[in-house]
């Protein structure tokens, strides 16, 4: 009978170890001691859960859960207003069926209204990494300068040393902004079980918390590099316990490392008849990484939002960025990408080189780029004095981008020339200020007049992207006119078709800013604009009077050059993901567009498909745009392969991956037969038409930027990732010379950090000059000899699309939606 007994106590202990209850209160920690003291404030209506259960405290702060065989962790849905400096979570295993939570008011961060921003990273992958303090810093101050409510991570910390280094980086703590963990595919390692490692750092991989009007979920990625211990099951049936607790009119976010679903409709579920459909519960957005992409596309009523890495390019050379979003007090946002390390940046666009443009009406365009990490600018004013004399009152410029403020300076009551001096400063919206000045000498009399000669209708002014222009431009050059288009340009190259130039914008926040845009060659006025679903990131081509352009949605657009009407439109099958982000060609009447097995040839005069690729697929995103010579169109994928394609008929020719040619993201230049590419750290020459290499040189810096090779008699010149335009000795291949340019202003090739000296654009040649824009914010000419500088003109943005020229002219954009028309005396 005792041994019974003691059995029933011992079966009753065990029972009791595995089936726990789990009692606790929530309360506000006024002295942030971690102790419920008399007369502090119990909160009720918290959601707590244990990983499966659900419940809400009571009256009094206190919960009670029932437990169940999972169990790791309690943790509770932090509500709007709070948050928890000693943590939203208690190991289980670290307490004794006790559990308290002090909270800590945080409602200076959000609205009465419940209106409120956060700011949205992934991928910062530091396992490999050293001086992440800046970019850090950079969100810390951001969140503190605009009162972000929070901040998410969603995932790819990576490996044992960044998700050990990443907690110590940034937390609630030292952020002083409540900080929330998603986890990756690259956060699950060897283990006991794939998360064991980030629970131990990071908590629950799945939890809730509210902010404002809409309940925030974090969701895991169901697999990755070790097997979890958890499945989709345990995070279907905890998040349908979750939202049954949630008021039907509270709008719902879900973060996760990846997208669930490329559908309308968001189920997130286990079976046929065991789902939750998210859309039914007012699912707003679905914000993922992953992807190392800026993209925003909607699926029905939700949008599906993917931020890339802030602290290097992308994958497929999306820019160094965070993502913040605006929160309104229904739950509806309005993005808006942020770039990393730039410290009160201002410069005179318009401005420089002696001579700047002049309008009929006398005044000067006056054209500042001007940009902070940590805070946006509120005001742009200038003065002017002339002779030295005097300073004129203040005026304020008109805002066109996150980075162009534009008014115009009249001085039209002179009649003769004079010596002019601009001051601008710039006030932002943390107090801060920046000022710089420009001098010129004005004269009534404009010289700098566009005189266009030959058509330039693809990327470097032909199908096989041979960049030698026909014009000799003798710097140095003189601004004609500059106009912004009012969004941001990332690698669309401006075209000039017919007397107008043309380009294309992106529209990475989705605020209907992917537009195609005709300007006058002669003045830059725009003629019109052409909307399309989303950006367009690359090249743009013209034939039979049309203007071919593709969205990273993998719609093509044939639109009229001379009305901006769209005459046809085709959606390319082309998958969800990654965007589209590759640049068309057109040979001959016929547009080559998509990739994989959406690469098709399509009649540019009528839109009718010509064939379609059948023999290979899409992989990650290439910033190449496809190049036609002889028989051969060149594509290629990142991560995959440089392919051959016929074509008149599409069938493959060739393909090799060999020796870093899987992945890249430059054009070639196709010259007498051979294919010049560079790729990884190494230079190309390739046979076109078997694909087979000729000759590879291994160079001593990395070339992953989107810069085709310019090839001219004796040299063969191109960008690098980090250490800027490079030549070598055509015959021998030798090094001839390097052309350092500054650090760049926004990082763009695919894990190139600060500093690096970046060039993602193609050389042009003109006479013995070569032109080309850098991320620095520059466009330079250089001699092609020596690589010794001529000419060179200070944007004050990035410089990502390849110079056009014909006649006098050279066009040029910046990111900051700057078009600039630049001619030779």
Known sequence: MNKLIAGLCFLGCFSFNVHAIHTGRIF?????????????????????????????????????????????????????????????????????????????????????????????????????????????????????????????????????????????????????????????????????????????????????????????????????????????????????????????????????????????????????????????????????????????????????????????????????????????????????????????????????????????????????????TVSPVKEVSYTYSIDGKGESAPKHLKKQTDWSWYGQLSLSELKDSHDITVRVKSLFSNGEKAETEESFRYSPINRNQVKFGKDWNNLLGNAEHIGIASDTLVPPLSLAWIKNVGATIFMSSPLIYEGNVYIASVDENLLGEGVVFALNGLTGDIKWKCSVRNSIKNTIVASNGLIMAQDVEGYLYGIDAFSGVIKWEKKLNVNNLPALIEGLVVSKGIVYAGTGLGLCAVDSETGKTVWSNTDWKQREGATSTWTVGGNVLITGTQWGALYGNDISTGKLLWMNSQNGLSDRGASPAIQDGLLYIISRNSFFILDAKSGKVVVRKDLSVKVDVTSTPLVTDKEVIFGTSQSGLIALDRETLEHKWTFKTEASLVYTAPYTRSPSASIETSPVLSGNTVYFGASDGTIYGVDKESGKLIWKHITGAPVFATVAISGNSLIAADFSGNVYAFTAK
Request: net charge neutral; proline share 3%; hydrophobic share 35%.
């Open 28 to 372: 506000v920690d006024s002295n942030r001691n971690g102790i419920f003291d008399r007369g502090e404030k119990p909160l009720k209506g918290v959601s707590v859960s244990d990983g499966l259960n659900v419940v809400k405290s009571g009256a009094d702060g206190s919960f009670s859960l029932s437990g169940h065989s999972k169990e790791r962790f309690i943790f509770i849905t932090t509500p709007s207003g709070y948050r928890s400096d000693n943590k939203h979570y208690r190991k289980i295993a670290d307490h004794k069926g006790n559990f308290d939570f002090g909270l800590q008011v945080n409602n200076d961060r959000i609205k009465k209204d419940g209106s409120h921003k956060f700011v949205h990273i992934s991928d910062t992958e530091i396992f490999n990494t050293e001086n992440n303090e800046g970019w850090a810093g950079n969100i810390r101050d951001y969140a503190a300068n605009e009162k972000v409510a929070f901040i998410i991570h969603t995932g790819d910390i990576c490996y044992d040393n960044g998700l050990k280094n990443h907690i110590r980086l940034m937390n609630t703590a030292n952020m002083d902004c409540p900080m929330f963990y998603c986890i990756g595919n690259h956060d699950l390692v060897k283990g006991a079980y794939g998360e064991e490692l980030f629970e131990s750092l990071y908590g629950p991989v799945y939890y809730s918390f509210d902010m404002g009007n809409v309940h925030y979920i974090v969701t895991p990625m169901l697999g990755g590099d070790y097997t979890p211990g958890y499945k989709k099951e345990d995070v279907y049936r905890w998040m349908k316990n979750d939202l049954a607790l949630v008021r039907k009119d509270k709008s719902v976010m879900v973060f996760n490392h990846d997208l669930l679903t490329n559908k309308d409709q968001f189920i997130y579920g286990i079976n046929d008849k065991e789902f939750i459909n998210l859309n039914e519960h007012n699912l707003k957005a679905w914000l993922f990484g992953h992807w190392h992409i800026n993209y925003i596309k909607k699926q029905g009523e939700v949008y599906a939002v993917s931020t890339a890495a802030l602290d290097k390019g992308g994958i497929d050379h999306s820019t160094s960025a965070f993502r913040v979003m605006h929160v309104d007090g229904k739950g509806d946002f309005v993005s808006e990408l942020r770039y990393t390390y730039l410290d009160k940046l201002i410069k005179i666009a318009s401005l420089g080189n002696g001579y700047p443009s002049l309008y009929p009406s006398g005044s000067i365009p006056l054209s500042v780029n001007a940009y902070s």
